[in-house]
Nanobody, 128 residues
């Protein structure tokens, strides 16, 4: 079973940057066969919202409108990792960020998570 671990969160001031990492752990945890999405649970949100995803091909990427031009997703199959570079962070980016394999990743949409289980996530706090 694919088990993903998120890391890289922290507390930054508005305008700051963070790079989140999503790595696979355990037997059968290779990320390369999967499209991977980043989701976040904000303090005011009742459900996780999709932030970004990257296709298996490493060509197609999706970004939520609020993060376009500020966030960049990438993958390194040799390191079995997917990254989310977050720049020009805003207070509304505050939340717990999760990564998960998704059914598909398209330029204008992200598929549903393959599994109903989630990792622990990584906390991102943007505050002055």
């Amino acid at each position: 079973q694919l088990h993903l671990v998120e890391s890289g969160g922290g507390s930054v001031q508005p305008g700051g940057s963070l790079r989140l990492s999503c790595t696979g752990s355990g037997f059968g945890s290779a990320l390369s066969p999967y499209a991977i999405g980043w989701f976040r649970q904000t303090p005011s949100g009742q459900e996780r919202e999709a932030v970004s995803c990257i296709a298996v091909s490493d060509i197609t990427r999706f970004y939520q409108d609020s993060v376009k031009g500020r966030f960049a997703i990438s993958r390194d199959n040799a390191k079995n990792a997917v990254y989310l570079q977050m720049n020009s962070l805003k207070p509304e980016d505050t939340g717990v960020y999760y990564c998960a394999p998704v059914e598909k990743c398209m330029m204008f949409a992200i598929g549903s998570p393959i599994s109903s289980s989630w990792g622990q996530g990584t906390q991102v706090t943007v505050s002055s």
